[in-house]
């Protein structure tokens, strides 16, 4: 694995945050604002998870957040999805502004995630898994599905129309029926991606979804995750550690270390960013 | 759990009839080989299907304890006051005169009003808790309903009648024997009573099965057992599908309070079949709907056989420990029990 974030990371307290994000110079550009995360602090007991942190995901790109091991990331995305409540600061999404929110509202408002740790129904089929992701949608009360007749049989298959669709675009027609516990770890990783997809979100967050896999399966997620940005114009936030991957297929990236932000700009940007050089190779003292 | 795959069928299809042919052939070579084992075919058959009936009974009992298990990996020591709750109430209405059918509503709404309850005072505060200490909520819910229940209906035993007939039918008569010795000239006396509940369970649990396995909600309840961070993650509200899996297992120990309560009578002892419950469940697997069954008609079957052709070579009473054992016997091959998810792990 080439995972960057090396364990020299260095103590970067001394380093101010470098708010120079500047205007998008890349290829794309995006203007109307998704979501809007302002002054965030989250802290467990005495540990600082977030410490003030601020930025942005414009409607359609894809937004990195990178940053060393226990830099926060998860933290964040915790945060948006309304897993973690955060003590300060607010976010906006789509025009509206909250502080704390329930997972399953944020579902609702068209969120939807996968997790670093891969977090299936391990007992279920692939189709079936998929088939949660619709839930939101499928409105039959429980008198016809008692019944498995009438509206609930006809919203089945609607629904099992929409997830073949997802099934066919990820390419696991052969794992159908399997039950996911059985899966190796970069399908089981792929099927995380097809029951988010089938939440139809608006924002999809993606906790390292290449983490663990090989250069095959790495390529192959690149190419679902720009296809999905592409034919679906989903907007999607991931976190990743593979630097080779970041800067190819994101937008903007935001970087985080300790907590804090330290850069975020245009993948060129962040690159030649020195405190990012120092918070990944390390200060000579 | 849900719809086996066709090649387990047809091993089971196999398998069963052998089994029970072998236990037959088994039984009547002990007989051959000493005159007090009494063993006519007939009657190996009487014993054997009423002992089915009976599985399917305990079936019904344990399909409430895997409806909550399933659902929240909870063990509910209340199901069986549950089943007490639920059978002392509808007698209740039916005394103050409601017809039965009348009552049975009113006493599911009040079952489905207790499992509101359940979820808002018990289980609400108790969210993210290690499982041990949901148990431990349940024993305390077990008391509660206990005494609650013969609070407010009183402790005397009392008769639930909803009209099905008791009288015993008989079938496979040979009328006119030619041989005066012939086994079958009795025919095989089977419980009518026996079999209509049988038949009620048969219904639910189908009903039950299909739910499970192929509608949203089904699909719902799995997704919160299997996992309940991504099941919030994909939009499914917890306390919602905990409110309706508790209302379901209150409705299934309705009807298994009515079927039990009609067959011995409503009283306190109705609590205690849930420990009836607990050897099917072992056997069957906690998350298998279909296990509950299969493990229902095991247990009653093996208890029952057990009793009539193995009880008198040990000085009878074999029946209240038998599937006990039985149970314990299948944890030492299968942990998981018959029809259990297979724990998976990946190391």
């Given at each position: 694995m080439n995972d960057v974030s090396v364990d020299q990371a260095p103590m970067t307290s001394e380093l101010s945050t470098d708010q120079s994000g500047g205007p998008v110079t890349g290829p794309r550009l995006f203007n109307e604002v998704l979501l809007e995360v302002n002054n965030v602090s989250l802290s467990f007991g005495g540990v600082k998870a977030l410490s003030d942190i601020s930025f942005d995901i414009k409607k359609g790109e894809v937004r990195a957040i990178i940053g060393p091991n226990g830099a926060g990331k998860s933290s964040m995305l915790n945060c948006i999805n309304g897993f973690y409540h955060p003590q300060e600061g607010t976010i906006t999404y789509k025009g509206k502004e909250r502080r704390q929110m329930r997972p399953h509202e944020a579902a609702k408002t068209g969120i939807a995630r996968t997790f670093q740790n891969i977090a299936l129904f391990r007992g279920m089929s692939t189709l079936d898994n998929i088939m949660t992701g619709r839930l939101l949608k499928m409105k039959s009360n429980l008198f016809w599905q008692a019944l498995y007749w009438g509206p609930n049989l006809k919203e089945e298959n609607e629904h099992r129309e929409k997830v073949e669709h997802i099934i066919d675009f990820l390419e696991i027609q052969d794992i159908r029926?399997?039950?996911?516990?059985?899966l190796p770890y970069g399908l089981q990783k792929r099927v995380e991606l097809g029951r988010a997809l089938a939440m139809e979100p608006?924002?999809?967050?993606?906790?390292?979804?290449?983490?663990?896999?090989?250069?095959?399966?790495?390529?192959?997620?690149?190419?679902?995750?720009?296809?999905?940005?592409?034919?679906?114009?989903?907007?999607?936030?991931?976190?990743?550690?593979?630097?080779?991957?970041?800067?190819?297929i994101s937008d903007?990236?935001?970087?985080?270390?300790?907590?804090?932000?330290?850069?975020?700009?245009?993948?060129?940007?962040?690159?030649s960013n020195q405190d990012v050089i120092d918070a990944y190779l390390g200060v000579s003292h | 759990?849900?719809?086996?795959?066709?090649?387990?069928?047809?091993?089971?299809?196999?398998?069963?009839?052998?089994?029970?042919?072998?236990?037959?052939?088994?039984?009547?070579?002990?007989?051959?080989?000493?005159?007090?084992?009494?063993?006519?075919?007939?009657?190996?058959?009487?014993?054997?299907?009423?002992?089915?009936?009976?599985?399917?009974?305990?079936?019904?009992?344990?399909?409430?304890?895997?409806?909550?298990?399933?659902?929240?990996?909870?063990?509910?020591?209340?199901?069986?006051s549950m089943v007490l709750f639920a059978a002392l109430t509808i007698v209740g209405f039916i005394e103050m005169g409601t017809h039965w059918t009348i009552a049975f509503f009113i006493t599911a709404g009040i079952m489905v009003l207790l499992a509101i309850s359940v979820e808002r005072i018990v289980l609400r505060p108790l969210v993210n808790q290690p499982h041990i200490i949901l148990f431990m909520a349940t024993i305390g819910i077990f008391f509660f309903l206990d005494g609650f229940a013969q609070t407010?209906?009183?402790?005397?035993?009392?008769?639930?009648?909803?009209?099905?007939?008791?009288?015993?039918?008989?079938?496979?008569?040979?009328?006119?024997?030619?041989?005066?010795?012939?086994?079958?000239?009795?025919?095989?006396?089977?419980?009518?009573?026996?079999?209509?509940?049988?038949?009620?369970?048969?219904?639910?649990?189908?009903?039950?099965?299909?739910?499970?396995?192929?509608?949203?909600?089904?699909?719902?309840?799995?997704?919160?057992?299997?996992?309940?961070?991504?099941?919030?993650?994909?939009?499914?509200?917890?306390?919602?599908?905990?409110?309706?899996?508790?209302?379901?297992?209150?409705?299934?120990?309705?009807?298994?309070?009515?079927?039990?309560?009609?067959?011995?009578?409503?009283?306190?002892?109705?609590?205690?079949?849930?420990?009836?419950?607990?050897?099917?469940?072992?056997?069957?697997?906690?998350?298998?709907?279909?296990?509950?069954?299969?493990?229902?008609?095991?247990?009653?079957?093996?208890?029952?056989?057990?009793?009539?052709?193995?009880?008198?070579?040990?000085?009878?009473?074999?029946?209240?420990?038998?599937?006990?054992?039985?149970?314990?016997?299948?944890?030492?091959?299968?942990?998981?029990?018959?029809?259990?998810?297979?724990?998976?792990?990946?190391?």
């Open positions: 029926k399997t039950p996911v516990g059985r608006e924002l999809l967050l993606l906790d390292e979804p290449m983490a663990g896999m090989n250069v095959e399966e790495k390529e192959d997620m690149c190419r679902f995750v720009l296809d999905v940005n592409d034919q679906f114009g989903t907007t999607i936030a991931l976190i990743e550690h593979d630097m080779g991957v970041v800067m190819d903007r990236v935001v970087v985080l270390d300790y907590g804090r932000k330290l850069a975020d700009g245009t993948p060129d940007e962040v690159r | 759990m849900g719809v086996l795959p066709v090649r387990t069928i047809g091993i089971w299809m196999l398998a069963v009839p052998l089994a029970i042919l072998a236990i037959g052939l088994a039984f009547k070579g002990m007989a051959a080989a000493n005159p007090s084992f009494f063993f006519t075919w007939p009657y190996f058959i009487e014993v054997l299907i009423a002992g089915l009936l009976q599985g399917v009974m305990y079936s019904l009992v344990a399909l409430g304890f895997v409806l909550i298990f399933k659902a929240s990996g909870i063990f509910n020591f209340a199901q069986g407010i209906w009183g402790s005397d035993v009392k008769v639930l009648d909803i009209g099905i007939p008791k009288t015993p039918i008989t079938v496979m008569e040979n009328a006119n024997p030619s041989d005066p010795n012939d086994p079958w000239q009795y025919g095989i006396l089977i419980n009518q009573y026996d079999l209509i509940a049988a038949a009620i369970g048969a219904v639910l649990v189908t009903v039950l099965a299909i739910f499970f396995q192929y509608t949203r909600t089904g699909r719902a309840l799995r997704a919160v057992a299997d996992d309940h961070q991504a099941a919030l993650s994909v939009g499914i509200p917890l306390k919602t599908i905990w409110a309706i899996v508790w209302s379901v297992a209150g409705i299934v120990a309705l009807v298994a309070g009515i079927v039990w309560g009609g067959k011995a009578g409503v009283q306190f002892s109705l609590a205690l079949i849930a420990l009836k419950a607990l050897p099917v469940l072992i056997l069957g697997g906690f998350t298998s709907i279909p296990g509950a069954i299969v493990g229902g008609l095991i247990i009653g079957a093996g208890e029952q056989l057990a009793e009539v052709f193995l009880g008198p070579l040990f000085g009878g009473a074999i029946q209240d420990w038998f599937a006990y054992m039985l149970a314990l016997f299948v944890l030492l091959f299968r942990p998981q029990g018959l029809f259990g998810e297979r724990i998976i792990e990946r190391v």
